[in-house]
Every structure is written in structure tokens, then in C-alpha cells.
């Protein structure tokens, strides 16, 4: 089932640094790559999510960057807070269908 | 709107048990979603309907899982028997399949454990 790869699997930054998490999928199909954020006890949510006809996508100190020919994308999180701590997940599916898959998740603790 | 509704949010029972998990979809939405998650194996799709309708359910474990979705505003998910290694954050999520960005949303969750 594991058709998206994620690293690293935990990770941790300074505050006030760059937390980078990498993915990579392997389904040519899919077209859509959202990030998921989930904090202890709750579940995920969508954080923010790119299509592949974009290489790069910014909501605040959250980017997206993607690289369609590397089937690779990355979550870039600027002037990380301990408020980010968190697991992250990125997944991909296809529009039109509806089976998202699911990178393993990214334990991100940002310390003060 | 309050969100996908679980229920319950925990649940310890014994081994052999019959357990059932359930969820409430956010209203509208016409696909809803089961999922797994442990340490070692991260967000697993159990099983997952379209409009009431399971579309695929090879995410589950055997045969001793199954789901159910009887109308548009209620599932369940029922383990029978249950067996520790069963222990797990089960969530359900819902989403309105036919737009482009078709995000899920998730519900807090059911922490079962199987002693």
C-alpha cells in the first residue's frame, strides 16, 4: 500500500529555523499532494496541498516544493515555532478518484 | 458544523471482544473514510465508501474486521474477535468526492485497547 515515501522520520529544529520534509511518489496518475498536520490526540488536517502543474506553492511560512520530473515533493516550514511540533504527513492521489495514499509521517519538534 | 463525530474516543476491552467504532460524516459529504494508525505502520486506509457504497476494502486486515455504512450520516466499524495486536488509533475522516481538492476531513479518532 506504501505508494509515498516520507523522510525523514523524525525530526528536530531550533526555533526560528527551516524544517524541511521530503516525499516521493511512485504513481505517475497522481495529481494532487496535500500536506496533513496532526497534533497528540487530534486527527490529521490539511495544511496545504499543490497540483503538479505548479513547482512551488507558499502559504505563509508553509512551501510546498514540487518537482514533477523527480516525482518528488518537499514541505518547507520557515522560521519554525514550537507551535509546529507536530507529526506531518504528506500524501498524493489522483483527482477523480479517491484513494489517498499516505506518506509514514514526520515527528517534528521545534525546541525553544 | 461539528465535524466527523467518533465514537467512542476510547475503548479497552479483552481479548476475543467484539468492539464497533462509529462515526458520524460531516453533512454532505458523500465519501467517508476508515483509518488505522500505530507506531510502526503510520496511516493505513482501511476501507473507504462512495455515496453509502464501499469501494474498496482491501486495506482491511482480515476477516475479522468489517464496515458497514447503512445511510449517508453513519458508519461503523466492527472488530470480531478482537486480538491485541488490534490495539490502535482508528480515525475516520469524510470528504466530498467530485471537487478538485477533495480533502479529507478527520474525525479525533477511537483509541482501542486490546488486552
Known amino acids: 500500500q506504501q505508494q509515498v515515501k516520507q523522510s525523514p522520520q523524525s525530526l528536530i529544529v531550533q526555533k526560528g529555523g527551516i524544517s524541511i520534509i521530503n516525499c516521493a511518489y511512485e504513481?505517475?496518475?497522481?495529481?494532487?499532494f496535500p500536506w496533513y498536520q496532526q497534533f497528540p490526540g487530534k486527527g490529521p488536517a490539511l495544511l496545504i496541498a499543490?497540483?503538479?502543474?505548479?513547482s512551488e506553492k507558499k502559504e505563509g511560512r508553509f512551501t510546498i516544493s514540487f518537482n514533477k520530473s523527480a516525482k518528488q515533493f518537499s514541505l518547507h516550514i520557515m522560521d519554525s515555532q514550537p507551535g509546529d511540533s507536530a507529526t506531518y504527513f504528506c500524501?498524493?492521489?489522483?483527482?477523480?478518484?479517491?484513494?489517498?495514499?499516505f506518506g509514514a509521517g514526520t515527528r517534528l519538534t521545534v525546541k525553544p | 458544523d461539528a465535524g466527523v463525530i467518533q465514537s467512542p474516543r476510547h475503548e479497552v476491552t479483552e481479548m476475543g471482544q467484539e468492539v464497533t467504532l462509529r462515526c458520524k460524516p460531516i453533512?454532505?459529504?458523500?465519501?467517508l473514510f476508515w483509518y488505522r494508525q500505530t507506531m510502526m505502520r503510520g496511516l493505513e486506509l482501511l476501507i473507504y465508501?462512495?455515496?453509502?457504497?464501499?469501494?474498496?476494502d482491501s486495506g482491511m486486515p482480515e476477516d475479522r474486521f468489517s464496515a458497514k455504512m447503512p445511510n449517508a450520516s453513519f458508519s461503523t466499524l466492527k472488530i470480531q474477535p478482537s486480538e491485541p495486536r488490534d490495539s490502535a488509533v482508528y480515525f475516520c475522516?469524510?470528504?466530498?468526492?467530485?471537487?478538485?481538492?477533495?480533502?479529507?476531513?478527520f474525525g479525533p479518532g477511537t483509541r482501542l485497547t486490546v488486552l
Open positions: 465508501f462512495n455515496n453509502n457504497v464501499p469501494i474498496d
Open positions: 499543490i497540483r503538479p502543474d505548479v
Open positions: 453533512s454532505g459529504h458523500n465519501s
Open positions: 500524501a498524493a492521489y489522483q483527482v477523480g478518484g479517491n484513494d489517498m495514499r
Open positions: 504513481n505517475t496518475a497522481f495529481d494532487y
Open positions: 475522516a469524510s470528504s466530498f468526492y467530485g471537487t478538485s481538492r477533495n480533502e479529507q476531513f
